[in-house]
């Protein structure tokens, strides 16, 4: 592990070495023109000074004007072209040699040490024009040796005192290079720390934007799956994730259900019903804390659990989605690159989760009160058909008719005792060669039936599978979920509302006391029918 955060501060330094040193080649590229430009006119003034002093025009005045021409060309290219930061230093480097090497000339064809005092001052221009030092110690270095080899070659007399005044200048030059290095360099740092935050805020209001854009039409979906769904989508093209999932807390079993996802990934964990246990995985341990977990390398997190569905998962940011102490469930967000969201990334997208557990809150709201809504005018449609004359069987087939249209499930009928047996009176979703058959149930000691009416309460089974006694019809797909309500007269069970769910999908407890309202409405059928009959008996009575 401290290998790996050595490895991490050396790419960081190396990182900040190399920016560093772009930024000092993009303003040497900056001054390279006016280099070329001052140069040039330094080559024009020395072609000048020859001509007044009345000295011979000879080779000398030829390279300066050569070199005039070059820096001016220079100067133009420049204009008028681009040339790359990274060849900056080498053009640079290159207009001060030329320079020098005329001066090395003039000092060779006059045998003089005259002109050493032109020499210093382009050694010291190269220290603070030349900012990487490869370059300004290959200028200095040539300098140097082109005067001692002048030196070798002459036989006047001065040259000691030049040379003294040289390695002054050279050492000058040397201090005004570190120093000049120096300054620049912390000017880029200043500047390339600028850019960042620059780029940092500029992130931060497109995150900002992002959030915005998609929680504005959080308010005109209707549909919670389909608002979960463009959460994720929204989030992952965003965000540039690999992949993004919503998992909602299953109260009833504790369990994390997925209920939105992208790509593949996500369809295949909601095609099947994928459930993570809370305390299980990155996911379960953010359910169980209510706080937001960011595995910058997954693979060494111990929390983090390898999925199959995604085996080349890197970084891993899970979120909470609560309001208040209640927690609705986990947005997770995961990407096969290590390190793959910034800080800001974390808050913006823990913003998002907020708008989303919001949203998620309201929309379950609203579908309780649309469901009661519902309810009551289903129970007031139910109440008035119930006032008219219907004999028993079509009251109850309207009975669970209706039902059907505030709580899903798919088959529900009606049973009453007979002595030790139930007998189905009232049927839907069964087969319809087998909905006109008259079932008949054994009541057994124990059993579900027998349950109800011992404690005359509604009987809920999560998953009816896992129950020993459960009875199960031939020719029909067994039921999971399922729930049994009793019909109650004069505080005695005399038979059950059943209903029955084929995939393991638990009864609410809204959905339980919707199902207990329509078996209240069966008991009304059955005392109206009682009635009925002893009205019809007094009626056949003489007298």
């Known amino acids: 592990m401290q290998s790996t955060l050595a490895s991490v501060e050396s790419y960081d330094r190396t990182a900040q070495k190399t920016a560093v040193n772009a930024c000092l080649d993009a303003m040497t590229l ?12 330094f080559h024009l003034i020395c072609i000048a000074y020859h001509l007044l002093a009345s000295e011979p025009v000879g080779l000398s005045v030829a390279l300066l004007f050569v070199s005039a021409l070059l820096s001016f060309a220079l100067f133009g290219a420049l204009r008028a072209w681009t040339l790359s930061p990274r060849h900056a230093p080498a053009v640079t480097a290159a207009q001060i040699t030329l320079t020098s090497l005329n001066v090395l000339y003039a000092l060779f064809a006059t045998g003089t040490p005259r002109a050493t005092g032109l020499l210093m001052l382009i050694v010291i221009s190269a220290g603070l024009l030349l900012m990487r030092p490869f370059w300004f110690g290959l200028v200095l270095s040539l300098s140097l040796a082109g005067w001692l080899m002048v030196l070798l070659i002459s036989i006047s007399a001065g040259w000691a005192n030049a040379g003294l005044d040289l390695v002054l200048a050279s050492v000058l030059a040397v201090a005004i290079h570190m120093i000049r290095r120096a300054d620049c360099g912390q000017i880029a740092v200043l500047r390339q720390q600028n850019e960042a935050q620059a780029a940092a805020i500029q992130r931060r209001i497109a995150q900002v934007e992002t959030n915005r854009a998609i929680a504005e039409h959080f308010s005109t979906f209707d549909d919670l799956d389909v608002l979960l769904q463009h959460a994720t989508d929204s989030i992952g093209t965003r965000y540039g994730c690999t992949y993004v999932g919503i998992f909602l807390l299953d109260e009833k079993t504790g369990e994390l259900v997925a ?44 929390r983090f659990v390898i999925w199959d569905l995604l085996p080349d998962t890197r970084s891993e940011l899970t979120l909470p989605l609560h309001v208040g102490n209640r927690l609705l469930g986990v947005l997770d967000v995961q990407s096969n690159q290590p390190n793959a969201f910034h800080d800001e990334d ?28 519902r309810l009551m005018e289903t129970l007031h449609h139910v109440g008035r058909a119930l006032s008219r004359p219907m004999d028993t069987q079509a009251a109850f087939d309207m009975i669970l008719q209706q039902l059907a249209n505030v709580l899903p499930y798919d088959r529900g009928s009606v049973m009453l005792q007979n002595d030790t047996l139930l007998e189905l009176v009232a049927a839907r979703g069964f087969p319809g060669s087998k909905r006109a058959f008259r079932w008949r149930v054994p009541v057994r000691a124990g059993d579900v039936y027998d349950e109800i009416r011992r ?14 006694d459960w009875f ?6 067994p039921a999971r979920s399922w729930i049994g309500i009793p019909l109650i007269h004069e505080d005695k069970v005399i038979g059950m509302l059943s209903l029955a769910r084929e995939t393991y999908t638990p009864f609410t407890e809204d959905e339980i006391a919707f199902a207990t309202v329509f078996a209240w409405q069966a008991s009304v059928v059955l005392e109206n029918a009682r009635l009925s009959v002893e009205l019809h008996k007094r009626a056949a009575q003489p007298g």
């Open 30 to 41: 900056a001054a390279l023109p006016r280099v070329a430009l001052a140069f040039g006119i």
């Open 472 to 477: 199960h019809l031939q020719d029909l797909l």
């Open 346 to 373: 974390v808050t913006a997208l823990h913003l998002m989760a907020d708008h989303i557990a919001l949203a998620v809150q309201n929309m379950l709201l609203r579908q309780v009160e649309k469901d009661r809504r």
């Open 259 to 302: 209920r939105a996802g992208t790509g593949s990934a996500g369809r295949a964990a909601m095609q099947a019903g994928a459930r993570i246990n809370v305390g299980r995985g990155i996911i379960g341990w953010v359910a169980e804390n209510r706080r937001v977990a960011y595995a910058r390398d997954a693979t060494r997190d111990p």
């Open 455 to 468: 404690t005359q309460r509604p009987l809920i089974l999560d998953d009816a599978l896992r129950r020993a």
